[in-house]
T-cell receptor, first 115, second 114 residues
Framework: AQKVTQAQTEISVVEKEDVTLDCVYE???????LFWYKQPPSGELVFLIR??????QNEISGRYSWNFQKSTSSFNFTITASQVVDSAVYFC????????????FGKGTRLHILP | NAGVMQNPRHLVRRRGQEARLRCSPM?????VYWYRQLPEEGLKFMVY????????ESGMPKERFSAEFPKEGPSILRIQQVVRGDSAAYFC????????????FGSGTRLTVV
């Protein structure tokens, strides 16, 4: 069964610091997809990234970067030079391709960026 | 091309009433998923539907909850005889065909039971 674990419930950092959000997943599939979503205080879900299991290249988008390590089943998310607007809950998620194709979320990490 | 439309955005119901939440998927998307987010918690999968079919309802409570996705019109999540514990944000997502295509989420419906 698929499972996503975000061990960090809540993190606080001072603005301009770098911060890494951890995500560990479990799946028996060889083909699967990993996602990160942001939920700001306004409540909507903002899509950040989708990565398939065959693409282990790290991804960088502005201040955001993702480190996919298949060997440790991790898909960590780093924010460089954090800003107050990054304050939100961040969800890691997984969808498998065998069986029922649905997306399962971790419990989320609440990130506070302090001015 | 409008995104996933959910309405209403906010819904207040008294205990014992019925709640109907609507979700119009993106154009061309035939897969719809419903999730529930209790206060201060993550998103829990409820049900996955394709047109006129329930594919997976393993996350949906057995009583009082039902979902449909008719041939025409939006998907409906229906909660009968609501209780205070049903107060939550309900999100709908749509996809043309699952993870390989990604999922688009609506803005959610915040249900408050008083």
């Amino acid at each position: 069964a698929q499972k996503v674990t975000q061990a960090q419930t809540e993190i606080s950092v001072v603005e301009k610091e770098d911060v890494t959000l951890d995500c560990v997943y479990e799946t028996r599939d060889t083909t699967y997809y990993l996602f990160w979503y942001k939920q700001p205080p306004s409540g909507e879900l903002v899509f950040l990234i989708r990565r398939n299991s065959f693409d282990e290249q790290n991804e960088i988008s502005g201040r955001y970067s993702w480190n996919f390590q298949k060997s440790t089943s991790s898909f960590n998310f780093t924010i460089t030079a954090s800003q107050v607007v990054d304050s939100a809950v961040y969800f890691c998620a997984l969808s498998e391709t065998s069986g029922v194709d649905k997306i399962i979320f971790g419990k989320g990490t609440r990130l506070h960026i302090l001015p | 091309n409008a995104g996933v439309m959910q309405n209403p955005r906010h819904l207040v119901r008294r205990r014992g009433q019925e709640a109907r939440l609507r979700c119009s998927p993106m154009k061309g998307h035939s897969h719809v998923y419903w999730y529930r987010q209790l206060p201060e918690e993550g998103l829990k999968f409820m049900v996955y539907l394709q047109k006129e079919n329930i594919i997976d309802e393993s996350g949906m409570p057995k009583e009082r909850f039902s979902a449909e996705f008719p041939k025409e019109g939006p998907s409906i999540l229906r909660i009968q005889q609501v209780v205070r514990g049903d107060s939550a944000a309900y999100f709908c997502a749509s996809s043309p065909g699952g993870g390989v295509y990604g999922y688009t989420f609506g803005s959610g419906t915040r249900l408050t039971v008083v």
